[in-house]
Each structure stands twice: as C-alpha cells, then as structure tokens.
C-alpha cells in the first residue's frame, strides 16, 4: 500500500502500520548520512503489526517554512497510518528552530533546510545520531504574475527602483542567495530581509515588493499568485535537506516512524512532486 491510499480507504491497523514500519526499520538500522539501507524481511506482518501499534501519541516535528506543503500532505499520510497518533508542526527560518531546540523547546524531529543550521542543532548535543540528507532546493526568483519588471535573470534584481525582498543572511535561503550574489559577482541591497523563504514570498504576493528570490518549491506552491525565473547562478547554491531525530525527543517512536516516512519512497514522491530535488 502507499500512505496516500491509507486516507482513501479503510484497512487494518496491522496493514496501515505495517507499511511505514518497513521504511523505518530500514532507516533505524543505521545513523549514517546516507539515506539508503536494506528494507526489512516483508513476510513478517505480525511482528510489524506489533512494532506498529507502539507508534501513538504527538509527534512534534520542527522543520523548515519551505517544506510546509508537503509535510502536512505526509503529517496526513502518517495519522491515517497510525490511527493513535498525531503530528504537530513547528515551521519556519531554520535557525530560529534550532535555537529554539538548543534552548530546550521540545520536539521529536528536526528538519533544517541547511547543514548549516542542523549544525547548530547537533554540536549542542541535541541531535540523536547523525542527521540524514533527504532532499535538496535550488533558487529561483518569484516576480509579480506577468512579470511586469521584464526580470530575466539575477542581475536585473540589481537595476535601480526595482523593489527586492530577499530572505535574511541568517536564514538558509538568504545564505543560498548571498552565494549565488557572489558566484555572479553582484551586489544587492533588498528593501527588507525577511526572517524565512515564506515571508520573503508574501512580499511578492502582496505586491509589496517587484520579485524576491526563493525556493523553486515555494514558487510552485504559490500557484498563480507569483511567475517564476530561473537563474543558471541557482545551480551554485543548491541546499541540502538534512532531517534527525531529536536527543530529548518525548516520543522516539514516533519520530523514527515520521523520520522513515519522510525517506521512504512515498514521502520522496511527494517532495519531488513539489519540486524537491532527490538527495
């Protein structure tokens, strides 16, 4: 079964817990970043029944604004499967989150949009294991539906009285930018720096701003309230996704069952369908 279907019909508990349990023992076996393990003997649906009903009770996962979309598609996905449980969602600037986690916030799981900002996480001891790479984002820049400004590229963000929002240096999308700024050798001064890659997209929308750049996942999500541009500068500021569960978590099990959710194959079709670039 996949876990999308778990919310079109009705199944046994032991059926619905038993598919996830698969990715997650696969993903338990090992801490190593490397996302890839050997999947479990399938031919044992007692013991995953059993494994399966020890997942209940709240799941909270702090993660990324730029992954909003599509983890509570999967946070759906995962209390369909287990009936007993639920997940809460933390989103926002990556390193707001890890502050809060290093502060003693608690929560299950964390899902940074930079290995950066995990760091931050996992040298105060407060990640268990080693954090796993799940998906990468590119750039890309959001103008005004129509495109107005006649935006092509990078450089004409940098034209005088055109209004630019970018994400702030401290956040991982407004890392990405600066990267890419320099990679062009450009220089840009916004009209404001927004604390995540969501507010630096609300600008656009509201018409507040003439583009900002963000993540190609955040212009797709935006439908046809903004146009999107690529830039080939993108290409040198690609970041990677690294997801771990939390030392202090309250609930172990359900943070390797959302942990293997998010690696398994369903989950990945769901990130890339969002525009998620593969690990």
Known sequence: ??????????????????????????????????????????????????ASSKVSGTVTVFAAASLKETFTELGKDFEAAYP????TFNFGGSDT???????????????????????????????KGTPSTFVRNQLEIATLPGNPQHIAGLADLTRSGLKVALCARTVPCGSAVQKALTASGLELTPVSYEQDVKSALTKVELKEVDASVVYRTDVRAAGGKV???????????????????LAHAPNTAGAQAFIALVKS???????????????
């Open 1 to 50: 079964m996949t876990f999308r279907s778990a919310r079109r019909r009705t199944l046994p508990l032991a059926v619905g817990g038993a598919a996830l349990l698969l990715a997650l023992t696969a993903c338990s076996s090992s801490d190593s970043s490397d996302s890839s393990s050997s999947a479990p003997d399938p031919s044992a649906p007692s013991s995953a029944a059993s």
């Open 84 to 87: 007993g449980a639920k997940v």
């Open 97 to 127: 989150l890890a502050a809060s986690i290093t502060s003693g916030a608690p929560a299950d799981v964390f899902a940074a949009a930079s290995p950066t900002t995990m760091k931050t996480v996992t040298d105060a001891g407060d990640g």
């Open 227 to 245: 146009d999107g541009v690529q830039f080939p500068e993108s290409a040198d500021a690609v970041n990677d996704y690294p997801i771990v569960e």
């Open 265 to 279: 194959a369903e989950g990945q079709r769901v990130l890339t369908e969002a525009g998620f670039l593969n690990p």
